[in-house]
């Protein structure tokens, strides 16, 4: 009898785990079909708030200096749009010629293949006669390799009215969180009873806020470097239009691994294009992969610390669940976004073990 009851315990309790656990795996279904069907909402509100995480030390330091906060804002704002379209303005035209050149790369490239393919079908010839040598795969691979450029310029023209909405309101919703967000943290530290709970509040906040802008400030001073790096290196070399790569290696290092792959595939093109030696084109991307090994392996730890390390596998996971929720720019804030939640999670009561496992 008290086998039965100590066997029936035991199912009761294996299938309350059982019931918890597809419990959680819902909840967690849940909040990323969230994410993923209100992106429109959920971006901007993100977007802002790293936009204002990376401008509240400069707000806070003209507010010393007695300029109002409202003032302070628009100012670190403006200066960031004005800023950043500039640079876009500097960029657009050479941007736009490499993408008139692509079909020109793609038919290169299909040329390369055909030469490829046909000394294959010599060989082919000779060993085994018999076969039909068409050089339809070699035209398959052509026309492959020329497609789909059309769909990706019609797509980019297509999102750009949108881009632009998303854009003035994440600059709207990012001087809302610099001029009104410490009211709102005053207010909830109000909701609490003892002073004891209010002091720990309020330390939490400050010290959330003051490290994730921290990280978020490094961060980027690391990758404009390493964009002023790749201009500057490129342009020894001779590769055409500089400044758009180190642009692009600022912008696509936000996204680690997978960001400096992509670009070293770009320059690779680059370098496809622009010279004929193997050694020559293979120096592009090259020059690229040693700035970036500098950057990611010795001045990122020195400059970050452990305490901002992160584990690559988990990294890598992490940035295709974002692309898969919202795209290229899930990719690019992934990483701000994963950093941002272990230290929100290392200051509240979690235990050491599931922190750890974020760590490299």
């Given at each position: 009898?008290t086998s ?5 315990a ?9 019931s918890?656990?597809a419990?959680k795996?819902l909840?967690?279904l849940a909040?990323?079909?969230?994410f993923?069907?209100?992106?429109s909402l959920l971006l901007?509100l ?6 204002a995480?990376?401008s509240s030390?400069a707000?806070?330091l003209m507010t ?9 804002a ?5 200066f960031?749009v004005?800023?950043?379209g500039?640079g876009i303005s ?19 490239l299909a040329?390369?293949v055909?030469?490829v393919?046909d000394?294959?079908n010599?060989?082919?010839?000779v060993?085994l006669?018999s076969?039909d ?6 035209d ?7 497609s789909?450029?059309?769909?990706l310029l019609s797509?980019?023209a297509?999102?750009?009215?949108m ?5 003035a309101?994440v600059v ?6 610099l001029?009104f967000?410490?009211?709102l ?13 209010k002091k720990?509040?309020v330390q939490m906040?400050q010290?959330?806020r ?7 400030l490094l961060v ?5 470097s390493l964009?002023?790096?790749t ?5 020894i070399?001779?590769v055409a239009?500089p400044?758009l790569w ?19 595939v770009l320059l690779?093109?680059?370098g496809?294009t622009?010279?004929?030696q193997l050694?020559?084109?293979l120096?592009v991307?090259?020059?690229f992969l ?6 990611s392996q010795?001045?990122?730890p020195?400059v970050?610390g452990?305490?901002?390390n992160m584990?690559p596998?988990?990294?890598?996971v992490?940035?295709f ?7 290229a720019v ?12 272990k230290?929100?999670?290392?200051h509240?009561?979690i ?9 490299a």
């Open positions: 009898m039965d009851k100590v066997t029936s035991q199912k009761r309790y294996s299938l309350h785990l059982a918890t656990m419990m795996i909840v967690v909040i990323g079909y969230t993923y069907f209100c992106r901007p993100l977007l802002a708030g790293l936009v995480l990376f030390p707000v806070r010393r200096i007695k300029i109002p906060k409202p003032l302070a628009a100012l670190v704002l403006s960031l004005f800023g950043s500039y500097l960029l657009y035209e050479p941007a736009s010629q490499w993408v008139e050149r692509l079909p020109l790369i793609s038919h290169k040329d390369h055909d030469d393919t000394s294959i010599s060989i082919k010839d060993v006669p076969q040598t068409s050089g339809s795969d070699a398959s691979v052509s026309t492959a390799v020329g789909g450029i059309v769909p797509f980019i297509q999102a750009t009215v881009a632009l909405v998303q854009l309101a709207m919703l990012a001087y809302f969180f001029v967000g410490d009211t943290m005053r207010k909830l530290v109000r909701l609490k009873s003892s002073l004891h709970e720990n509040l906040f010290t959330i003051d490290d994730i802008s921290r990280y978020v980027s001073v690391i990758n404009i964009g002023v790096a201009t500057i290196v490129l342009s070399i001779g239009d400044l180190g642009a692009l290696a600022t912008v696509l290092n936000f996204a680690p691994y997978i960001g400096p792959l992509m670009l070293m690779a093109a680059v496809y622009e010279y004929q050694g020559d084109i120096l991307p090259g020059a040693i700035l970036n090994i500098i950057e010795l001045i990122t020195l970050l452990q305490r901002f584990n596998l988990l990294v890598v992490w940035m669940i974002w692309g898969w929720i919202w795209g899930g990719v690019l804030i992934a990483i701000p976004l994963l950093v941002c939640l230290i929100f999670l290392s509240l009561e235990p050491p073990k599931w922190l750890a496992l974020l760590e």
